[in-house]
DNA sequence: ATAATTAAGGACAAAAATATCCTTTATTTT
DNA sequence: AAAATAAAGGATATTTTTGTCCTTAATTAT
């Protein structure tokens, strides 16, 4: 569905969301090693959510690192997607026309044109926070410890 | 959504299926201008698509070229993704996890799932028929003429 | 001020996807 | 049988994506 640059992105910014705050950043180190994906391409992308639309927060040098402010937190999944994937599938035509449209629409449209507003809709409405809990519910992240 | 290749391939199979008949087979030449994608590289694709599992018929020599037989006309768009993506949207993670699977779900995959199963489902029910049909109603094919 | 730390950024390398070219093989027509 | 036609298949080239390495700049601690 993405390319490996969106996933490292999403799979980042998720775990920054999980184990970052102002006070508390996260070094390239342990966020790839975390989220297993290659260092320096990942510094890339983070470089990317950093610069392009303000994503993700870094600080330099020492104490410095990666984190989220929580106003980032409540933006939509679709602002990563929107930094990483050029077109990206929401835009794309399943039969590869230059554009997925009503105007010239390919025989698959008419049937794909809902699902595909469903993912929109998917992308649009879910949070880096909604997500970011969501993983502590699936895989919790040892901070809370077991009482 | 898909690679160019499977792109070609789903668009060159349409269009076989909309011109050709058993009796009226069709040059790669013409069909890479048709679907308009580059000739060699589609010839490889649809070399894939008549070894691998039959889908598109092919007949050397003068006189030759691609047909679709009134049976492969009937099958699901389905089996064509199947030759092209190894793995494909269908089996993937949208985080980029190994599998998308119940048993280690990512995030997303709760909301995600629903959209994933009528995403196959819709390549499952449609058939290459179908979808020339349907090519047919949005831009009719010259050969019935007008009136 | 100097040294240490950490992200930013540029240059380069490797791998994969896309695309082209040329030779071979099967089939038909002459 | 020979020539012509059209797909099959191998080798190679180009482009894009992915990944690495090294230098620079910013920030903090000594
Ligand atoms: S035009 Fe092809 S999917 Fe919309
Ligand atoms: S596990 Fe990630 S989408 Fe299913």
Redesign the pocket.
Known sequence: MF???TE?ALRATIYIARKSSEEH?????EIAKAIN?????T??I??KL??NNGIIS?????????YLSSKAQKRPVRDILHVMEEDGVLGKCVLGLKKCSEAMPCPMHAEYKGIKQQLIQLFEHTTIQQLAHDADRIIPSNKQGRH
């Open positions: 390319s490996k640059a490292y950043k996260l070094g390239i180190e994906s290659p260092k320096s391409f510094a890339k983070l470089q950093t610069a870094s600080v330099r040098g020492p104490g410095g690192g990666f």
